[in-house]
T-cell receptor, first 113, second 119 residues
Framework: AQSVTQPDIHITVSEGASLELRCNYS??????LFWYVQSPGQGLQLLLK??????LVQGIKGFEAEFKRSQSSFNLRKPSVHWSDAAEYFC???????????FGRGTSLIVHP | EAQVTQNPRYLITVTGKKLTVTCSQN?????MSWYRQDPGLGLRQIYY???????DKGDVPEGYKVSRKEKRNFPLILESPSPNQTSLYFC??????????????????FGDGTRLSIL
């Protein structure tokens, strides 16, 4: 069965600093990978996705993520964080054999001015 | 504007009183699903629907019912709500649920959530 781990429950960064949010998955083959952001009182919005091809994918709002097969990871990065990036971030995995995506437990990003 | 609309956004009710949370999408999506979000547990899928009249259980279906009589609507029904169903609920839709094809891996569009409190 597929599973997703987001090791960090909370991450605190200063505005303007770089950011990396970790995501590890467990699955035998290459899954389909997603990062979503949830702002307070809102639903989830897709930041980016990886299906195949170039392992570095660009998303909205200046985010990017890199798929590393050897590490079973799909970490989310941003070179310079803005205060408006404070939100909950979810990594999700879906395999070709499943109708049901699996979400990580989320990482809460706190941005200090 | 493409959107998934849930109603109500907030509801406080009592144990045992049947309630329905509505979900509607205007994107002609085939695939719809319901999640609940609880602190420390992330999102867990309750039910999903591949198309009209086709529904199936997700990871945590106990205590819930759904129906899909029209493509655009996917209501979540709690026949006899209990306090352990106090949660934040999200409806989502995507173009297709085809598990093997590229369309099946399209991202989901989420509603803004419904916060249910069962006393």
């Amino acid at each position: 069965a597929q599973s997703v781990t987001q090791p960090d429950i909370h991450i605190t960064v200063s505005e303007g600093a770089s950011l990396e949010l970790r995501c590890n998955y467990s699955y035998g083959a290459t899954p389909y990978l997603f990062w979503y952001v949830q702002s307070p009182g809102q639903g989830l919005q897709l930041l980016l996705k990886y299906f195949s091809g170039d392992t570095l994918v660009q998303g909205i709002k200046g985010f990017e993520a890199e798929f590393k097969r050897s590490q079973s990871s799909f970490n989310l990065r941003k070179p310079s964080v803005h205060w408006s990036d404070a939100a909950e971030y979810f990594c999700a995995v879906k395999t070709g054999g499943s109708y049901i995506p699996t979400f990580g437990r989320g990482t809460s990003l706190i941005v200090h001015p | 504007e493409a959107q998934v609309t849930q109603n109500p956004r907030y509801l406080i009710t009592v144990t045992g009183k049947k309630l329905t949370v509505t979900c509607s999408q205007n994107m002609n999506h085939e695939y719809m699903s319901w999640y609940r979000q609880d602190p420390g547990l992330g999102l867990r899928q309750i039910y999903y629907s591949m198309n009209v009249e086709v529904t199936d259980k997700g990871d945590v279906p106990e205590g819930y019912k759904v129906s899909r009589k029209e493509k655009r609507n996917f209501p979540l029904i709690l026949e006899s709500p209990s306090p352990n169903q106090t949660s934040l609920y999200f409806c989502a839709s995507s173009l297709s649920g085809d598990r093997g094809g590229i369309l099946g891996n399209q991202p989901q569009h989420f509603g803004d959530g419904t916060r249910l409190s069962i006393l």
